[in-house]
């Protein structure tokens, strides 16, 4: 399909946010729109995915029509559409990346499958997040309650992973501890909160992996210390002071693990032009804090989005929609949903290069077989359904 230049509509529904933005071909938010759906999971302590798959079925068509109407533009305006395709929750990713193939057939628009650790790794360059965008390489650090990873981003679609949890992420491991202390779900921010009224030297805290080798997470050792520490406890609900004490030691036991890890992945990544924080967990004052002293040691920039844009949001997924097209990709429309999907995998995935002029980055490409499909319509094409743009 030829290349036009213009704004790309980016949708995201891999977990409990449903979120639409339509981004200008430089970059400028023209839209954006996120809902939560924190109070339809908060009765089960956590995310259940048909109650989010179905929620996003609910919203996602009027938020889209609304992020469009905002942008004065209609789905035949824009140079894409960008959907996460991955990793994530299978309904939910259905549910984005059917309406988004839906509009991008109805409309004659490209279509493009986003992984979404890619969106929230490339969130870095989208202008206005630095003063001077980050050049290649630069360290990913990303921590949500999915993942737990540090990454050298060496090019759009070139990942190489450095390290990442051997058990739990550790926004599962705020939540687990915070659920364990009696507080609300989603835990991180309860956690944080009480942890301010807390002493982090009343209790101590395994930290595990602490000046191993390498960068990769381990959290669920200190969970279950959390877990062993209020069973001995006197029986009956923890007094607040406890609560807080334990929080405290929890999270400066994660403060102290998070630092480490990063001084590691700087090690391993000396060229290093900055180091950019996503994921939910980024949020967490003390832990930003701890990053920023380790960034400033190292004499490198600390790049940490505004909340909005650290956690699931679909401005990230409609900036790396646009660092695809200029990088020259698009996706196929059998592209598939990958519910696991992990960054280096995107690097060998069968990609073309743009014609006439292949993408700069060093990426490693294969050819597609055609599927069936493919014979009949160039949109249909292989097994990823990367295609030339
Ligand atoms: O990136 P995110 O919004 O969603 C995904 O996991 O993809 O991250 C959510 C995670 C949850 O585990 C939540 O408890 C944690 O981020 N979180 C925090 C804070 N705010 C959110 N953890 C610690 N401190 C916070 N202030
Ligand atoms: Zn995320």
Not at 169 to 182: H, I, N, P, T, Y
Not at 199 to 212: E, M, N, Q, T
Not at 221 to 234: D, F, H, N, R, S
Not at 251 to 260: F, S
């Amino acid at each position: 399909m030829e290349r036009k230049d213009g704004p790309v509509l980016g949708i995201e529904s891999s977990c409990d946010e449903t979120a639409a933005a339509i981004l200008a071909a430089d970059g400028s938010i023209l839209a954006e729109r996120v809902l939560s759906q924190i109070a339809d999971h908060a009765a089960f302590g956590g995310v259940v995915p048909e109650i989010a798959a179905r929620a996003h079925l609910t919203a996602l068509d009027a938020m889209v029509k609304d992020t469009l109407r905002e942008a004065g533009l209609e789905f035949t305006d824009l140079a894409a559409i960008a959907a996460t395709a991955g990793p994530g929750l299978i309904g939910g990713l259905l549910v984005g990346t059917g309406y988004a193939k839906g509009a991008a057939i109805a409309s004659g628009v490209p279509y493009l499958a986003i992984n979404h650790l890619e969106a929230h790794g490339l969130t870095a360059r989208l202008p206005g997040m630095a003063p001077t965008q980050p050049a290649f390489p630069y360290l990913l650090l990303l921590l949500s309650g999915g993942h737990s990873q540090c990454v050298a981003v060496e090019g759009v679609g070139c990942y190489r992973l450095l390290g990442t949890t051997l058990d739990d992420a550790v926004g599962e491991a705020f939540d687990k501890s915070a659920k364990l202390l009696g507080l609300a779900y989603p835990g991180g921010p309860a956690l944080e909160a009480i942890a301010r009224e807390g002493d982090a030297s009343a209790v101590h805290l395994p930290r595990p992996l602490l000046h191993r080798a390498g960068c990769d997470f381990s959290f669920s050792g200190l969970k279950t210390a959390v877990a062993q520490l209020i069973a001995t406890e006197p029986p009956g609900p923890l007094s607040r002071s406890r609560a807080a004490n334990i929080a405290a030691s929890f999270q400066a036991a994660v403060t102290n693990i998070l630092g480490d890890r990063l001084e590691h992945a700087l090690a391993m990544c000396p060229d290093a032009s900055a180091i950019i924080i996503a994921g939910g967990v980024a949020a967490n004052t003390a832990i930003r804090t701890r990053l920023a002293q380790v960034a400033a040691a190292a004499g490198k920039p600390l790049i940490a989005p505004p909340l909005r844009l650290c956690t699931d949001n679909a401005v990230m997924v409609a900036w790396a929609g646009l660092e695809r097209l200029n990088a020259g990709f698009s996706s196929t429309l059998d592209a598939p949903c990958k519910p696991r999907w992990p960054l280096e995998a995107i690097s060998n995935s069968p990609t073309l290069p743009s014609s006439p002029s292949p993408p700069s980055s060093p990426r490693k490409r294969g050819s597609l077989a055609p599927s069936a499909m493919g014979a009949r319509d160039p949109r249909f094409r292989g097994d990823d359904g990367e295609a030339p743009a």
